[in-house]
């Protein structure tokens, strides 16, 4: 697999060389950093966490709803040992961290934190990191939106807008983009809501 250039115009070649040596900083995206990014990144991978599970059980006031009718987002649960998240690493060179970090922070501003969790990948190469930081809204955060149905969640994405676009936009881009990078992987949660919209989309 080559660098990821698309988005790092500015980084020449012997930039991409000393920054995988040095860098230091590894993002893991499970959202929509895995399809939208807007920050620079050396190098991606596709791969996974363990021990969570990623649910849409996070409101979200901001970018895909409102402080008055906020949509639903994923966040991560601890689940058993042996659960997988499949998602994107993305290597941060040192002179970005700082300005990385904070556009995220602000991003992630409505109940995540970050946590520090092993990475695992099935891709063969010298620069895989062992560990990476994930933004996680635990069910202690002011936006926790808690379990419900399929489609109670469905019918509430269904009506929801904010500053990034709509809600159900948010799912039917997870959806492809985990068929994409772990074509062998069942989310069911994931999947059944994606079906769950569809149907409500379709009896417009």
Same mark, same amino acid.
Not at 9 to 18: E, F, G, V
Not at 74 to 96: C, F, H, K, Q
Not at 175 to 189: G, T
């Given at each position: ?6 988005? &790092?115009?500015?980084?020449?070649d012997n930039d991409l ?8 900083f590894w993002i893991f ?31 979200? !006031? ?32 040192? +002179? ?10 602000? +991003? ?15 891709? &063969? $190469? ?15 955060? $002011?936006?926790?939106?808690? $379990? ?34 772990? !074509? ?7 999947? $059944? ?12």
């Amino acid at each position: 697999m080559k660098p990821d250039k698309s988005e &790092n115009s500015h980084i020449n070649d012997n930039d991409l060389s000393n920054g995988l040596k040095n860098h230091m900083f590894w993002i893991f995206g499970y959202g929509s950093l895995i399809w939208k990014t807007n920050f620079p990144f050396i190098k991606k991978y596709p791969g996974y966490i363990k021990g969570y599970i990623r649910r849409f059980y996070q409101f979200s !006031p901001d970018h895909r709803g409102t402080n008055d009718l906020p949509g639903r987002v994923v966040t991560l649960l601890p689940s058993t040992n042996e659960s997988r998240v499949w998602g994107i690493a993305y290597a941060i060179d040192n +002179r970005d961290i700082d300005n990385v970090c904070a556009g995220l922070d602000l +991003r992630e501003r409505a109940g995540y934190t970050k946590k520090v969790i092993q990475f695992h990948t099935k891709t &063969n $190469e010298d620069q895989i990191p062992s560990e990476v930081t994930v933004y996680i809204a635990d069910e202690n955060n $002011e936006w926790f939106a808690g $379990e419900a149905s399929i489609q109670q969640i469905a019918s509430r994405i269904a009506v929801c807008r904010g500053t990034s676009g709509s809600n159900p936009e948010y799912v039917h881009k997870l959806a492809a983009e985990m068929r994409r990078i772990a !074509p062998e992987e069942d989310d069911k949660h994931l999947f $059944e809501l994606e079906m769950a919209l569809k149907s409500i989309e379709n009896s417009y």
